[in-house]
């Protein structure tokens, strides 16, 4: 064992000290280039990254230049006659700017793996940037920035290169403990270099070692904190607002899709229902403030949330906006509880004194505030984001696609509680869906999307009675059709279908196709009546409840592809039908047909 310690406490002081002030701007830069979108991003970053490529004893030979007495900074402090080169604080630089890349590029990827969509939904919340960064960013993003951390720590605890040109090695000034290895294997003194190399690995695997059981130990004391202290809040989950109105009249041009929709609705539930691809989603994230339109306006309840030609676009904090991910987005380090309390408005948050539970209550979650979201199963996460955006007392509630992830059981469950929640929620509601029938249980007023236009809005029935063309028929699930061709204003001929139909409602002036939905198709057994026509099956496909029967009309199918109609009956009508002879006479009722 060497005499002289000095290199030991020489290297903790130095390695802390840079470790310190590298966590620090190691952090700042991480988040502020992960949001960066200027000029002069790759120069900045490789910037950021050349001490991890250059050889050290360039590093250190840039540092001397640029802190020497002939450097900007070495004349700058030669005026306060102060000087870091051959000082310990020079070796603490040289290990702050050596270290520097690692805390960079851990903490850059620390930030970058957090789920986007959990900061959109808090600044939906109405969160400043600065929360977002102290409540949600940062502590996602801990674990990592901790190993980065130890990492750095290491790293300036074994910087020699750097230290050597910038701070020299001066024993008992500026020696550190790599440098006093090499000089004792230069000077044979084997036994001293050993006890140093010892030394060193034992303090950087300490830091490790203790950096793991420090992470274990809060993840397990926070988990029993939580079971021991419930959280107690009252949270208001339905807007005040009584009256609600939103306009929109956009166009978000993208090099692959343009969106080009004008709307309004009130304080009902609007549906958005069309293929993937249309445009719902975006037409949501415009409202809220994700994205931005190329042009428009935006108006919610009189305030103007966009307007390309006056040059408003409010941030999404202050668009008073309650929207609900398709995957949720539930912050994964908040409880139930504390995930719904993010949603309160401030005032609110700090005066609330009713427990949590009884307003999860509405929700059916009661005694699971004190859960983690990875506790909970897939219909009590969706009551939970629900739960947040609503506590926000928000304008409008965006719903997109929130019964994607469930099975159909849980699917209904979740359906009807939605309809009776959305029943007391006073403000406007837009509802993304693929589904047609989910759209048609909860929504009173559809919009549908095609190519990013509007193709038909509507109250329901309207839509579904009678489609304004052939691809909104198709999207609420018609799938007969046919060309039509206008013979008199109550007889129009179906080409493709080869027969001549009676219509008792008004025909448009752009006639172009005649359709009928498969359920609405009957079963007769007098071929007198009006629009009935004879018809062979062709093959049939069953569900559990249902049996599809496809159709040829006039005679008998020459291949199983050669079919004109197909029908939708329940299995309790097939068992009726299946062993008459054929042919089987169909009618399609003239009040069932849509013209389009």
Request: charged share 15%.
């Amino acid at each position: 064992m060497p005499q002289d310690l000095s290199p030991l406490w020489i290297s903790l002081k130095t390695s802390l000290l840079a470790t310190f002030i590298t966590f620090f701007l190691g952090i700042a830069a991480a988040y502020w280039m992960l949001g960066y979108r200027g000029k002069g991003k790759s120069l900045i970053e490789g910037i950021f990254v050349a001490p991890l490529i250059l050889p050290p004893t360039v590093v250190g030979f840039l540092l001397l230049l640029f802190f020497g007495k002939n450097g900007p900074v070495g004349k700058l402090m030669d005026r306060f006659d102060l000087s870091i080169v051959f000082t310990w604080y020079g070796a603490a630089i040289a290990a702050t700017v050596v270290s520097f890349p690692l805390m960079y590029k851990t903490a850059l990827g620390a930030f970058a793996q957090i789920d986007a969509n959990l900061l959109r939904v808090a600044r939906t919340l109405g969160a400043k940037e600065s929360t977002i960064f102290w409540r949600i960013s940062l502590p996602l993003a801990f674990p990592g920035i901790v190993a980065a951390t130890t990492l750095t720590f290491a790293r300036a605890l074994g910087e020699f290169g750097a230290t050597l040109m910038l701070a020299g090695n001066i024993p008992g000034q500026t020696q550190t403990i790599p440098m006093a290895i090499y000089f004792a294997v230069e000077a044979g003194a084997i036994n001293e270099a050993w006890f140093w190399a010892i030394a060193i690995v034992i303090i950087s695997l300490s830091a490790i070692i203790l950096a793991n059981f420090w992470q274990d130990f809060k993840h397990k004391n926070k988990r029993t904190t939580r079971q021991e202290k419930p959280t107690k809040l009252e949270i208001p989950i339905v807007a005040e607002s009584s009256t609600s109105a939103l306009l929109i009249d956009i166009e978000k041009r993208l090099s692959n899709f343009h969106l080009q929709i004008s709307f309004n609705t009130d304080n009902q539930t609007l549906g958005l229902l069309g293929g993937s691809g249309a445009g719902k989603s975006m037409i949501l994230r415009c409202i809220a403030g994700i994205e931005t339109p190329t042009q428009g306006r935006i108006i919610l309840n009189g305030r103007v949330l966009f307007d390309s030609e006056k040059g408003i676009n409010l941030p999404s904090r202050d668009r008073h906006i309650g929207f609900l991910f398709q995957n949720y987005a539930l912050f994964p380090h908040l409880t139930v509880a504390e995930n719904i309390i993010f949603g309160l408005p401030k005032g609110l948050a700090g005066s609330a004194k009713v427990q949590v539970e009884q307003q999860l209550i509405a929700m059916q979650l009661q005694g699971l505030g004190d859960r983690y979201p990875h506790q909970l199963s897939g219909g009590q996460q969706q009551r939970v984001a629900l739960a947040r955006a609503l506590a926000s007392q928000p304008e409008v509630l965006l719903l997109d696609e929130p019964f994607s992830a469930l099975d159909t059981h849980l699917r209904s469950q979740l359906e009807q509680q939605m309809t009776e929640t959305l029943a007391d929620y006073s403000g406007v509601t837009l509802f993304v869906t693929h589904n047609m029938e989910e759209a048609y249980r909860l929504c009173p007023n559809l919009l549908v999307l095609e190519g990013g236009k509007v193709a038909h809005h509507g109250s329901k029935y309207d839509i579904f009675q009678q489609p304004a063309s052939v691809s909104v028929a198709q999207l609420t699930g018609c799938k007969n059709f046919s060309k039509a061709v206008l013979l008199s204003s109550q007889k129009i001929q179906a080409t493709d279908w080869g027969c001549v139909l009676q219509v008792d409602q008004k025909v448009p002036k752009q006639l172009s196709h005649i359709g009928i939905r498969a359920h609405q198709i009957n079963f007769t057994k007098d071929p007198q009546q009006t629009n009935t026509f004879p018809c062979w099956l062709v093959r049939t496909s069953e569900t559990p409840h249902r049996v599809t029967l496809f159709l040829k009309l006039h005679s008998e199918p020459t291949n199983s592809h050669d079919y004109d109609l197909q029908a939708e009956v329940y299995k309790e009508k097939w068992t009726n039908i299946a062993d008459q002879p054929f042919p089987w006479y169909v009618r399609l009722d003239s009040l069932r047909l849509m013209l389009m």
